[in-house]
């Protein structure tokens, strides 16, 4: 008969097999909750530390004789990354997918049904095979089944960024094994995501912890699209030279031409989309999770389950649909807790097309109506003056405060803050764009794109011009005061409040019912100045400067020896076939070389350094720093 698990038991296991001396936030609360036989919701950003919420509680679980954990997980890679390093760190950890012979598969379906193995990851469509359910009987029957964790739960709702419908199917589990207790884990979700996934997957009576969706090491930046590609070069030659970073396009086509680019300039970048042949998309994930410095010029198909700790960038050269795919996206960087940015550029085609795309999908207008919602949210928070740390967690429904609880108005630390950006009032050349648009309709009905309408605002002659006979119109040259750029950002900004939409294959332009008001000048516009961001250079929490992957705090002679052990690092790496992080996190190794122990007991006291890793590593490691 399983034994219920002591209070003392998951400290002590993420001492003795993690090698960390205390929880952080929620984490305390949600293992001991799990560890009860509780079900619970989690929301905790990535890098906050959501495994262990699982896996301390499965390998607890496991000791007092209550059997496997099953993690439904819906990425190889992931899986990969995961059982090697519970390996590492001593915990006998397995994964189901297509990626092992039918031999290896074999012999860990009887590593499942003999109750040896601590935790088992497989993808959802794969659980919810009838065979995989009768398997998961017998386990039960046996009394060998601990917990389910359900990892990536927003990819249950049709109103997430990611919705995959074979999530749908993991409402069996509940059906099917309602003693068995279940973890759903997010790292983005708004108030009507979570009401979907508690819905889908029938956790009503779950506990639901929050954590701050706060992650203060990133600096958010989004910057006016010029020239977008050298925007980006810049961006990285200056602020992450060498340092491995993840760039976001829409578009196959647009990841192969970046990524190209790229590496004509200099940047040792990778493509990666669904188009590309499964094997070479694998090769440059394999690439991306064990070399440093490289740059993943990507679709959204990369990214969700990349346990990468030291990506120091994440850039978006395109528009994402709405804040939780931005937040979800940006989360990839900086998951060790060090400096890291969030950087975007952003301009009139983002908006026109993002809009396009809800309004031609074939969803019912209440789904339309509600990613227009979230879309409209995330071009205010493109378009802000003030705080964008503040506008992201107040979508979330959190409040930025001090340490003691008050409330902020600004973090410091995000491109508004560091570089307040002016504004002016915009009211009368908001007033001129939208009259321009009505006469064009008034002048036989015809509608006209975004470079047509300057034109006539500047009183610019071309072939167009001179076709209609625009320049009659009484908005001919009434906005020649203005550069071409500036009215690309009025026109940029009216789409965005809403007050002017684009349609058609063209992107032709039409007056929203909102634009009465503005004509007639009942509503009173405020615009960003177009700026260029300026020139930043890297920060950090201390202000120094940082050497490749290296904290900025260290002194010359540690720096050397953390460069020692990052070597020796890399070929044990090379041995085991696993990512260099999986065996030590920089942030450890740093601390190594900080302290430089002596001796065995000393070593084992570093954060990071469990017992497991302590018996097959720490001579090795005392031999390292010796030598140094």
Known sequence: ???????????????????????????????????????????????????????VPAIARHRQGHGVAIVVSPLIALMHDQVGALEEAGVHAAFLNSSLSSEEAQHVERELMSGRLTLLYAAPERITTPRFLAQL???????????????????????????????????????????VPRIALTATADELTRADIIERLA?????????????????????????PREQLLRFIQDEHEDEAGIVYCQSRKKVEETAAWLTGEGIRALPYHAGLDADLRMRHQDRFLREEGLVMVATIAFGMGIDKPDVRFVAHLDLPKNIEAYYQETGRAGRDGEPADAWMAYGLADVVN?????????????????????????????????????????????????????????????????????????TEAARKLL??????????????????????LRGKMSDKVAQY???????WAIGADLSEAQWRGVLRQLVALGHVFAEGEYSTLAL?????????????????????????????????????????????AALARFELLKAWRAEVAREHSLPA????????????????????????QISGVGAKKLEAYGREILRVLDAS
């Open 469 to 475: 006979g625009h320049q009659h119109l009484s908005t």
């Open 203 to 227: 956790l009503q009576d779950a506990r639901v912890f929050i954590s701050s969706f706060d992650r203060p090491n990133i600096r958010y930046a989004i910057v006016e699209k010029e020239k």
């Open 512 to 556: 929203a019912d909102s634009a009465r008001r503005v004509l007639r000048g009942e509503v009173s516009i405020r615009l960003r100045v177009a700026t260029q961001a300026p020139k930043r250079g890297k920060v950090s929490r201390s202000g120094g400067t940082a050497a490749k992957g290296a904290p900025v705090d260290l002194e010359p």
């Open 1 to 55: 008969m399983p034994a219920p698990v002591p209070s003392s038991l998951p400290l002590t296991l993420l001492q003795e097999v993690f090698g960390y001396s205390a929880f952080r936030g929620e984490q305390a609360a949600i293992v001991d909750h799990v560890c009860a036989g509780g079900d619970a919701l989690v929301l905790m950003p990535t890098g906050g530390g959501k495994s262990l919420c699982y896996q």
């Open 435 to 456: 009259s321009c648009i009505y006469r064009f309709h008034q002048n036989g009905g015809q509608r006209f794109g975004a470079g047509h309408l300057i034109d006539v």
């Open 354 to 426: 993002q809009r396009r795309m809800i309004d031609e999908s074939p969803a019912g207008e209440e789904f339309k109506k509600i990613q227009r919602g979230k879309l409209d949210a995330l071009l205010a928070l493109a378009e802000a003056t003030d705080c964008r740390r503040v506008r992201l967690l107040a979508y979330f429904d959190e409040t930025y405060c001090d340490p003691q609880g008050r409330p902020l108005q600004q973090c410091g630390f995000c491109d508004n803050c560091l570089h307040p950006p002016a504004t002016w009032d915009g």
């Open 581 to 604: 992080y999986v065996i030590f996190q920089n942030v450890t190794l740093a601390e190594m070389a900080r302290q430089r122990p002596q001796t065995l007991d000393e070593l084992g």
């Open 137 to 179: 009987t017998h386990l039960q029957e046996k009394g060998l089944l601990s917990l389910f964790a359900i990892d990536e739960a927003h990819c249950v709702s049709q109103w997430g960024h990611d919705f995959r419908s074979e999530y749908l199917a993991l409402s069996t589990l509940h059906e099917r094994f309602p003693e």
